[in-house]
């Protein structure tokens, strides 16, 4: 929490000293619209997270099994852990610094300069160096079209509310529902390891989590909010 506290106070100070802004232009605040945008974004990445990762589930063959030792305490652990680190990487990625280079930039490239940075990012957060060009091309494709989806709902909606919905959604369901996280076991395990993806397969949930679903969110948000915020 600590680490939230001080980036949300760097990112104030940093909109005071260049716009003379408060923190509120990034729309931060809830209202009805913005909470409601949340829940829609959350809810629509959770599904579409279950898919992929049970989709794999039964392409590996191996089932999910309740965790008996992971109860009501530590599933609420596990979404506290996992908001706030949604939170953290919004704050850095789509607060102030995206804030400023749209203010500067085609809303476009700032949201490209976004969505490299957070690709990067992930280098170092998923111990990248040292795996291979393959595995870190592909970790950056992936999140870098996850930083891009993030960052152009919060460019179209002026809310960071809403890409902390989509960035939740999905993070809680794999890591505190189906263990595909840093927490380890969670609500849900594998029953066995199953079987390897084959190069179909693997290309298959690549492009649903490349192209697919960052797709149907910017499409969606592109049509809904050309003139408005929330």
């Given at each position: 929490?600590?680490?939230?506290?001080?980036?949300?106070?760097?990112?104030?100070?940093?909109?005071?000293?260049?716009?003379?802004?408060?923190?509120?232009?990034?729309?931060?605040?809830?209202?009805?619209?913005?909470?409601?945008?949340?829940?829609?974004?959350?809810?629509?990445?959770?599904?579409?997270?279950?898919?992929?990762?049970?989709?794999?589930?039964?392409?590996?063959?191996?089932?999910?099994?309740?965790?008996?030792?992971?109860?009501?305490?530590?599933?609420?652990?596990?979404?506290?852990?996992?908001?706030?680190?949604?939170?953290?990487?919004?704050?850095?990625?789509?607060?102030?610094?995206?804030?400023?280079?749209?203010?500067?930039?085609?809303?476009?490239?700032?949201?490209?300069?976004?969505?490299?940075?957070?690709?990067?990012?992930?280098?170092?957060?998923?111990?990248?160096?040292?795996?291979?060009?393959?595995?870190?091309?592909?970790?950056?494709?992936?999140?870098?079209?996850?930083?891009?989806?993030?960052?152009?709902?919060?460019?179209?909606?002026?809310?960071?509310?809403?890409?902390?919905?989509?960035?939740?959604?999905?993070?809680?369901?794999s890591i505190?529902?189906?263990?595909?996280?840093?927490?380890g076991d969670?609500?849900?395990?594998?029953?066995?390891?199953?079987?390897?993806?084959?190069?179909?397969?693997?290309?298959?949930?690549?492009?649903?989590?490349?192209?697919?679903?960052?797709?149907?969110?910017?499409?969606?948000?592109?049509?809904?909010?050309?003139?408005?915020?929330?």
């Amino acid at each position: 929490m600590l680490g939230v506290l001080v980036v949300f106070a760097i990112s104030w100070l940093l909109l005071w000293l260049i716009e003379r802004e408060h923190i509120t232009v990034l729309g931060i605040l809830s209202n009805s619209k913005r909470m409601k945008a949340f829940s829609i974004g959350m809810i629509v990445m959770a599904v579409f997270c279950l898919i992929n990762l049970l989709g794999q589930a039964y392409f590996k063959e191996f089932n999910y099994v309740r965790n008996i030792d992971y109860g009501i305490k530590e599933s609420l652990n596990g979404i506290w852990w996992t908001f706030k680190a949604a939170f953290f990487e919004e704050l850095i990625f789509r607060g102030a610094l995206l804030y400023l280079l749209i203010k500067r930039l085609d809303i476009n490239w700032a949201c490209i300069i976004s969505a490299i940075a957070f690709g990067i990012y992930h280098w170092f957060s998923y111990q990248m160096f040292g795996r291979g060009f393959i595995p870190m091309a592909y970790v950056f494709i992936l999140t870098g079209a996850s930083g891009w989806m993030f960052a152009y709902a919060f460019a179209k909606t002026k809310s960071i509310l809403v890409p902390l919905g989509l960035h939740f959604g999905w993070i809680v369901i794999s890591i505190v529902v189906l263990s595909a996280g840093p927490l380890g076991d969670s609500l849900y395990v594998a029953d066995s390891k199953g079987v390897d993806l084959n190069g179909w397969e693997q290309l298959l949930f690549f492009l649903f989590q490349a192209l697919v679903v960052p797709g149907i969110i910017t499409w969606y948000i592109f049509k809904n909010y050309k003139r408005r915020e929330v």
